[in-house]
């Protein structure tokens, strides 16, 4: 019989560890690996994933081929375009669901005005801003008792759920009382019936329903708040995020994202400059 043989303690533990080391090392790698190669994984695939709400106009929303249309969407496809993706796939979801479909691989991308808050940030990752807009109040045309934010408390406010002008007023109209919706044409609906007081929406997307649905109703007081939209993807994904930098950048320099701003909220709304004002009255509010 062979004498048994003894390794003392600490060289024991050093191969322990040692394999361990390499055992959680196999485990981590093909979640590095996924991370890494999501940008390849997709351009194989040669389709990627992209949600939005279609019902947020101008942003995004059905057109009368009951296909997605808005400037997200042409955003979304003209960024596809140019990291070498040939399709893109829509999926409709709402705003407070495109964090956990991130997190659970519903879809790639979300973009659909969704503002980089820094709740969000700490779960998923964001983009360049390509976009941006200011909040308003809308109320009926035969409203005469609110005029601007200050003569909301105690009124009915209907907001999108899940979403920034959700949060916003939450926190900056603690005595209103807040209504939240799925779609943002069920809180228009609602006010003109008279079911809600108030509406807080984006400038554009309001102003959107007021004219295509004919509906009574208006814009009052100053705007509340400016947020910038940027395109949100899941964490870890360097190659991904920097490829949609890269096509954003790319946008703001010649010309497209001016060209489709102006064909999706306005002829005379400068996009690119209006990016530029918000970012840097973020950058002095974070001073």
């Known amino acids: 019989m062979l004498p048994k043989i003894r390794l003392p303690f600490s060289s024991f533990h050093a191969a322990a560890c040692v394999a361990f080391t390499v055992a959680l090392a196999a485990a981590l790698a093909p ?10 994984r997709i351009r194989a695939n040669g389709v990627i994933r992209i949600a939005n ?5 101008p942003w995004s929303f059905l057109n009368e081929q009951n296909k997605p249309a808005g400037y997200d969407v042409d955003m979304a496809q003209e960024v596809a375009r140019r990291m070498g993706i040939p399709k893109v796939e829509f999926v409709a979801d709402s705003f407070k669901n495109f964090v956990a479909g991130l997190k659970t691989d519903k879809y790639d991308l979300v973009m659909n005005d969704l503002t980089p808050t820094a709740e969000r940030m700490l ?12 909040f308003r109040i809308f ?24 979403s920034s002008n959700e949060s916003w007023s939450r926190a900056h109209l603690p005595q209103a009382l807040i209504q939240t919706y799925e779609n943002g044409s069920l809180i228009f609906a609602d006010l003109g019936i008279g079911r809600i007081d108030a509406v807080i929406i984006s400038h554009f997307g309001g102003l959107r329903y007021a004219t295509e649905r004919k509906l009574p109703i208006k814009e009052v007081g100053e705007p509340l708040t400016y947020q910038l939209s940027a395109a949100a993807m899941r964490k870890d994904e360097p190659a ?9 950048a790319d946008m703001k320099a010649d010309g497209t994202i001016e060209q489709l701003g102006r064909k999706w909220v306005g002829k005379d709304y400068d996009m690119v400059g209006h990016i530029a004002r918000a970012e840097a009255e973020a950058k002095a509010a974070a001073k």
């Not at 690996?33 to 940008?39: C, S, V």
């Not at 709400?53 to 106009?57: C, G, I």
């Not at 779960?123 to 976009?131: E, H, N, R």
């Open 139 to 162: 109320v009926r045309q035969d409203n005469k008792d609110i005029h601007g934010d200050k003569d909301l408390a105690g009124k009915r406010i209907g907001v999108t759920t899940g």
């Open 53 to 57: 709400t279609q019902s947020s106009p």
């Open 240 to 248: 991904l995020r920097a490829a949609v930098d890269k096509a954003i």
């Open 123 to 134: 779960q998923v990752d964001f983009s360049a801003p390509y976009g941006v807009e200011d």
């Open 31 to 40: 979640h590095a690996a996924n991370a890494a190669d999501a940008l390849d």
